[in-house]
């Protein structure tokens, strides 16, 4: 039984969906990783903010597979990435680490972002190519198409991808950029992260269509619908986006359907607006769970290394949670800086009195 059983398991991994995209087993475990050290990332920023260590959080559980599927299937460093708040997922796997995550929660001295000028989940890097937004709804939905104009202007083969929640759509931000976007064919990927609820209003309340990727044929571009808990098939989806914006035949708006079990932010209560068998029911469709049985199916995850890697996890967590505690505040005077421009010693006007 045992001898059939490991046959069944290679005979599955010889078939297995991520080999013939691609991908290696090396490559899926990343992925895994990714999506697991988020996860815990995520939960002990929670934590940390209900004991009132930090004054705010704003969570991406839920959000990971879409995430990381999507961080995989660009070239990292090479591509821009105009990311929302949930995105920290997609940040770990483009190469933004713990310790920045948390110096940005904590509001740190380092903080990559905005040298703790913003709110925390500001996601920023200017060597990874990870623009810092701003905190107004969609605001860089537009900004991506700029990039995305300004690379074809250069004519280098660069992609933009940008991420927002579907509440974003019903802001004039997403038209006029996906407007722009068809009009010029600009290799800029629209990734919504449709988790049902802008805040606390429920989609059938938000917009008027069923799916968001409906409206992509209205500005000349396809509309991707993809189930946004499979990393695996998000990142087929995102790859076949990116490489025909390689082959200038401009952007593509992708649905990515998924879920947040948690309130919107720290500052809210979900129990107001939705009830507890819908949370638990869309749990048993958790972006960990799903590929944890993907993994396990094809011999690549049993138990004993899934344990290693929750181990590694809370090691890693608690590594960024404690330098970032330890770190000094930033001075006060350094807020003006790359603000303002250089200011004189003494102004003319003081000099003179």
């Given at each position: 039984?045992?001898?059939?059983?490991?046959?069944?398991?290679?005979?599955?991994?010889?078939?297995?969906?991520?080999?013939?995209?691609?991908?290696?087993?090396?490559?899926?475990?990343?992925?895994?990783?990714?999506?697991?050290?988020?996860?815990?990332?995520?939960?002990?920023?929670?934590?940390?903010?209900?004991?009132?260590?930090?004054?705010?959080?704003?969570?991406?559980?839920?959000?990971?597979?879409?995430?990381?599927?999507?961080?995989?299937?660009?070239?990292?460093?090479?591509?821009?990435?105009?990311?929302?708040?949930?995105?920290?997922?997609?940040?770990?796997?483009?190469?933004?680490?713990?310790?920045?995550?948390?110096?940005?929660?904590?509001?740190?001295?380092?903080?990559?972002?905005?040298?703790?000028?913003?709110?925390?989940?500001?996601?920023?890097?200017?060597?990874?190519?990870?623009?810092?937004?701003?905190?107004?709804?969609?605001?860089?939905?537009?900004?991506?198409?700029?990039?995305?104009?300004?690379?074809?202007?250069?004519?280098?083969?660069?992609?933009?991808?940008?991420?927002?929640?579907?509440?974003?759509?019903?802001?004039?931000?997403?038209?006029?950029?996906?407007?722009?976007?068809?009009?010029?064919?600009?290799?800029?990927?629209?990734?919504?992260?449709?988790?049902?609820?802008?805040?606390?209003?429920?989609?059938?309340?938000?917009?008027?269509?069923?799916?968001?990727?409906?409206?992509?044929?209205?500005?000349?571009?396809?509309?991707?619908?993809?189930?946004?808990?499979?990393?695996?098939?998000?990142?087929?989806?995102?790859?076949?986006?990116?490489?025909?914006?390689?082959?200038?035949?401009?952007?593509?708006?992708?649905?990515?359907?998924?879920?947040?079990?948690?309130?919107?932010?720290?500052?809210?209560?979900?129990?107001?607006?939705?009830?507890?068998?819908?949370?638990?029911?869309?749990?048993?469709?958790?972006?960990?769970?799903?590929?944890?049985?993907?993994?396990?199916?094809?011999?690549?995850?049993?138990?004993?290394?899934?344990?290693?890697?929750?181990?590694?996890?809370?090691?890693v967590v608690d590594d960024a949670n404690q330098f970032a505690?330890?770190?000094?505040?930033?001075?006060?005077e350094a807020a003006l800086e790359q603000v303002w421009g250089e200011?004189?010693?003494?102004?003319?006007?003081?000099?003179?009195?």
């Amino acid at each position: 039984m045992a001898t059939m059983q490991v046959a069944e398991q290679l005979a599955a991994k010889v078939e297995a969906k991520h080999r013939r995209l691609g991908l290696s087993d090396n490559q899926v475990l990343e992925m895994y990783w990714y999506i697991l050290l988020s996860r815990r990332l995520d939960e002990r920023m929670w934590i940390l903010h209900r004991q009132h260590e930090v004054a705010f959080h704003i969570s991406g559980i839920g959000h990971e597979g879409t995430q990381v599927g999507a961080g995989f299937a660009l070239r990292k460093g090479h591509d821009w990435i105009h990311p929302y708040y949930r995105d920290m997922a997609l940040a770990l796997a483009l190469g933004m680490t713990p310790r920045d995550l948390m110096l940005a929660l904590y509001g740190k001295q380092g903080d990559p972002a905005s040298g703790a000028r913003q709110m925390p989940a500001h996601y920023g890097s200017r060597a990874l190519k990870i623009v810092t937004g701003s905190s107004p709804v969609a605001t860089q939905i537009p900004q991506a198409s700029g990039i995305g104009f300004a690379i074809k202007y250069k004519g280098t083969d660069e992609v933009v991808l940008t991420c927002f929640g579907e509440g974003g759509t019903a802001e004039g931000d997403f038209h006029e950029a996906l407007n722009w976007a068809g009009i010029y064919k600009l290799p800029v990927i629209f990734l919504c992260e449709n988790n049902q609820y802008a805040i606390s209003v429920p989609m059938h309340k938000e917009m008027p269509v069923q799916n968001v990727a409906d409206r992509g044929a209205a500005y000349g571009m396809p509309g991707v619908i993809v189930d946004g808990n499979d990393a695996i098939e998000v990142y087929r989806v995102i790859r076949e986006a990116a490489e025909r914006a390689r082959r200038g035949e401009g952007a593509t708006l992708v649905e990515a359907k998924t879920y947040r079990p948690v309130p919107h932010s720290s500052d809210d209560d979900d129990r107001t607006y939705r009830t507890r068998e819908e949370v638990e029911a869309w749990k048993k469709k958790d972006p960990i769970l799903k590929m944890r049985q993907y993994l396990d199916s094809i011999g690549l995850l049993d138990e004993k290394r899934a344990q290693e890697y929750e181990a590694r996890a809370k090691e890693v967590v608690d590594d960024a949670n404690q330098f970032a505690k330890n770190a000094p505040f930033p001075p006060a005077e350094a807020a003006l800086e790359q603000v303002w421009g250089e200011l004189p010693k003494q102004s003319t006007v003081n000099s003179k009195q």
